[in-house]
């Protein structure tokens, strides 16, 4: 994701219809110092966070807009 990552949910949150999902694949390493404040501006977005996980050097984070 770009510098402007924040923008990427709002976007998201703009396209998709109720129950439409979010999938964010990024290396876990380009997510350290900013994965909680992506996890809480995807809740304050208006979407849950169906799973969370790191597999290897990736975090995967699917969500689904309320």
């Known amino acids: 994701m ?3 990552w ?3 949910i ?3 949150e703009r396209c ?3 129950n439409g999902l979010l999938f964010i694949a990024e290396t876990t390493k380009s997510l350290s110092g900013r994965l909680s404040r992506l996890r809480k501006i995807i809740k304050e ?3 849950e ?3 969370d996980e790191e597999r290897g050097d990736f975090t ?3 969500a689904r807009k309320l």
């Open 6 to 8: 924040p923008d990427y």
């Open 16 to 18: 998709l219809a109720k």
């Open 10 to 12: 709002i976007e998201a």
């Open 45 to 47: 977005r208006g979407f």
């Open 2 to 4: 770009g510098e402007n």
């Open 60 to 62: 995967f984070i699917e």
């Open 49 to 51: 966070i169906n799973s």
